[in-house]
C-alpha cells in the first residue's frame, strides 16, 4: 500500500473536543526539540481525540430503527454501491500521527509520564484499528512511522483479521495497564475507557465471525468462543469497578441522563465529546429538517414491551394501533425516547408534534433539551457509558452460550431497573422466543437458533431500545450478517416488504398528537374539500405530501423512492479504493465480489 500521501508534515489546529483538548502544536514539529515534557505529550496527543463520533454521526444515523431524509450512503442502499476512486474510508493519516508519537515518546525522560502516554497511544491506535477493522476487514498492520523509501512496508498485502484484533487487544491491555483509574474528566481516556473499547471491539469480532462463518467473508481462525469470553471478562471488569454507576434519579431518568441533567448522570459516563457551552461553538444535536428530519420507524417502535413486560405485539390488532394508543403503556423509555403525549422538555416546555420535523411520523426527544433546542442544543455526546458495557457483557455470554439468570440480573435488569421494567428470564425468554423478533419481515434470519436464540433476542431487543442515535446500530447488522433488514426490495427487483414505515392513521382528519388539546396532524384527501390546519401546523395531502400502505389509511411509508437492496455475497465490507489497489502493485486484493461492478468515472 503506498502510503507517501500521508507523511507528517505538521499538525494544525482542528475541532474543538471539551476542555483544553483544543489545543494542537500550531507549526511544524521537530522530534529533536519536542516530546520532552508532559505537556508538549498532552499537546500532541490532543488531536487523537478529534477521531471521536460528531454528533451529526448520532442524530443523522442511518439504520432500519431511525432515519432521516439526506441523502444515504451506500452502505445503507446497497444496491447503488460503486467503488470510489479515492477515500472512501481508507485513509491512514491519523494512525502515522499515532505512530509518530509513539516512536518519539523516548525524548521525554520521566519514566512515569512515558508509560501513562504510552497508554493514550496505545489506546488510540487500537480505536483507529477497529473502526477500520468494521469497514474493511482484513488492514496491514503498522506499529511504525514509514519513510518514502520503505518500500517494503509501503507495498505490502493485507494482515488478516487475526492479527489485527489480536494487536488491538494487545494495544488495549497495554492501555487498560498504564492509564489511570479515573482521567481528567470524562472527555479524557482512562483504564476503563481501553477495557470498554476491548469489551466493545471482541464482542464486534466474535459474533463477526459466528455468524459470517463459511461466507465470503470467513473470518480466518481465531475461535469466536475466545473472543467473546475476552468481552465479558473486559466488560465485567468495568461493571465491578465501582467508578460508574446508571443514572436512575427522578421520573425519566433515561430521558435526563441524556439531556444532562443531574451531576450524578456524568456517574453512567466513560467517554463523551463534549459540546457543552463554556467549550464548543457548535450545536450537537439538531432535528430541523434542514438536518434531516430524523425519525424513527415503526419496526423500532414494535419492539417496545408493554409497561407490564408482555409483547406489545403479541396483540391481535397491533398492526392498526394508531400512534395515541400505542405510546400508551410501553416501557417507559418509549415515552423518553419518542415524543409522545404530554411529553414536557428539560426546560419546561411542551413536547409539540410536527410532522414535518420527523420524516416517519414518529418525532424523537432523546438528546434534545427543550422546543427551542430542536434545531440545536448543546448536550454532550456519550462516547462509552455503562449502559453499552452491561449490554455487550450480557450478549456476549448469550452468544457464546454461557449467559446465567445471575449474569442478566448484574447487566439487562438493571437496566430495566432503572425505568422500573419487569426483569427479564433467561428461562422464559429461552421457552418463548418471540415470534415477531423471529419472523418476516421484521425478525433476525440468521439468529442462533440454538438453546438460546430466545435470550439473544431479547438483548437485541434490549441493545436496539437502549441504543438507538447513539450510532451502533448499522455495525450491528452488519457483525450479525442481517443488512437486508435494510431491503425494501429482493435481489430479483420484487418487493420483500421492508419499507420504513411510520405509525398507523386510521383515516383521513385531524389528529390532537401530543395531547395539547390542538389538532396538530392534519391528513387530508387527494382530492376534494380539506380539513382546515391550525395556525402553526401544515396539512398533509394523501399521495402528495404523505403516503398510506392502504391509500387512505395505513401506516405512513417514508422514503418509499429510496430502493436498498444488498448482496449478502458483497455488502458486507467496504471496497478498498482504485487508486490504492493500483499504487499497491497488485498486492492489496479487493474484498470479495467488489471487482466486478460498475465503477465511479
Not at 171 to 200: F, M, S, W
Request: with cysteine; net charge negative.
Amino acid at each position: 500500500m503506498k502510503l507517501k500521501n500521508i507523511f507528517l508534515c505538521g499538525i494544525t489546529a482542528l475541532a474543538l473536543i471539551g476542555c483544553d483538548l483544543d489545543e494542537f502544536p500550531k507549526d511544524s514539529v521537530s522530534p529533536e526539540t519536542f516530546f520532552k515534557t508532559e505537556k508538549e505529550l498532552k499537546l500532541y496527543s490532543n488531536q487523537f481525540y478529534t477521531s471521536l463520533p460528531e454528533a451529526s454521526d448520532f442524530y443523522q444515523e442511518s439504520s432500519d430503527y431511525v432515519v432521516h431524509n439526506l441523502s444515504y450512503s451506500d452502505a445503507v442502499r446497497g444496491y447503488a454501491h460503486v467503488v470510489p476512486s479515492t477515500g472512501g474510508g481508507w485513509n491512514f493519516s491519523m494512525l502515522r500521527h499515532i505512530n509518530y508519537f509513539l516512536q518519539n515518546l523516548y525524548r521525554c525522560d520521566d519514566a512515569a509520564v512515558r508509560a501513562y502516554y504510552e497508554g493514550v497511544g496505545r489506546f488510540w491506535r487500537a480505536y483507529f484499528y477497529f473502526s477500520k477493522l468494521q469497514l474493511f476487514g482484513d488492514l496491514p498492520w503498522y506499529d511504525q512511522v514509514l519513510n518514502s523509501d520503505d518500500d517494503e512496508l509501503l507495498y505490502k498485502e493485507r494482515d488478516s483479521r487475526d492479527v489485527i484484533i489480536k494487536h488491538i487487544i494487545d494495544d488495549l491491555d497495554v492501555a487498560a495497564k498504564q492509564l489511570p483509574e479515573v482521567g481528567e474528566n470524562k472527555y479524557h481516556i482512562c483504564r476503563y475507557t481501553a477495557l470498554a473499547l476491548k469489551a466493545r471491539a471482541c464482542l464486534y469480532e466474535g459474533t463477526f465471525r459466528k455468524y459470517h462463518a463459511g461466507t465470503e467473508f470467513n473470518p480466518n481462525s481465531l475461535p469466536y468462543a475466545d473472543l467473546l469470553q475476552q468481552a465479558a471478562d473486559a466488560a465485567l471488569e468495568v461493571m465491578k469497578s465501582g467508578k460508574y454507576q446508571l443514572y436512575a434519579e427522578g421520573t425519566r431518568p433515561y430521558y435526563d441522563y441524556f439531556v444532562g441533567i443531574g451531576a450524578t448522570s456524568e456517574k453512567e459516563t466513560i467517554l463523551s465529546r463534549s459540546y457543552g457551552l463554556a467549550t464548543h461553538d457548535a450545536s450537537a444535536f439538531a432535528l430541523v429538517a434542514s438536518k434531516g428530519s430524523a425519525g424513527f420507524t415503526r419496526a423500532f417502535a414494535l419492539t417496545y414491551l408493554d409497561s407490564d413486560g408482555s409483547r406489545f405485539t403479541d396483540k391481535a390488532d397491533y398492526l392498526t394501533e394508531p400512534f395515541t394508543e400505542e405510546t400508551k403503556n410501553r416501557d417507559p423509555r418509549m415515552a423518553q425516547t419518542f415524543l409522545t403525549q404530554n411529553f414536557t422538555y428539560k426546560d419546561g416546555t411542551q413536547g409539540l408534534y410536527r410532522k414535518n420535523l420527523s420524516v416517519t411520523g414518529y418525532p424523537v426527544v432523546k438528546f434534545v433539551e427543550g422546543s427551542e433546542a430542536i434545531s440545536g442544543s448543546h448536550v454532550d455526546i456519550p462516547v462509552f457509558r455503562l449502559g453499552e458495557v452491561y449490554l455487550n457483557y450480557a450478549e456476549a455470554l448469550a452468544e457464546k452460550g454461557t449467559i446465567t439468570q445471575n449474569d442478566l440480573d448484574i447487566s439487562i435488569n438493571k437496566l430495566r431497573d432503572r425505568v422500573h421494567m419487569p426483569h427479564l428470564s433467561l428461562a422464559d425468554a429461552n421457552a418463548h422466543p418471540d415470534a415477531f423478533l423471529k419472523g418476516e419481515p421484521y425478525g433476525y434470519k440468521n439468529v442462533d437458533k440454538g438453546n438460546n436464540c430466545g435470550v439473544i433476542l431479547e438483548i437485541r431487543r434490549e441493545r436496539g431500545i437502549e441504543l438507538v442515535m447513539e450510532g451502533f446500530r448499522y455495525q450491528d447488522l452488519v457483525r450479525w450478517r442481517e443488512l437486508t433488514r435494510f431491503d425494501n426490495q429482493n435481489a430479483d427487483e420484487t418487493s420483500n416488504g421492508r419499507e420504513f414505515f411510520g405509525p398507523y392513521v386510521p383515516s383521513i382528519g385531524r389528529y390532537d398528537m401530543d395531547g395539547d388539546g390542538v389538532f396538530d396532524f392534519v391528513v387530508n384527501p387527494e382530492t376534494g374539500r380539506g380539513y382546515p390546519a391550525p395556525t402553526g401546523v401544515k396539512a398533509v395531502t394523501i399521495n402528495k405530501d404523505i403516503f398510506l400502505t392502504e391509500n387512505t389509511q395505513g401506516m405512513i411509508i417514508a422514503l418509499q423512492d429510496m430502493v436498498r437492496r444488498h448482496d449478502e455475497k458483497r455488502d458486507y465490507l467496504y471496497p478498498i479504493p482504485i487508486t490504492e489497489l493500483t499504487l499497491s502493485k497488485g498486492l492489496l486484493k479487493q474484498n470479495p465480489n467488489w471487482d466486478d461492478i460498475n465503477r465511479e468515472k
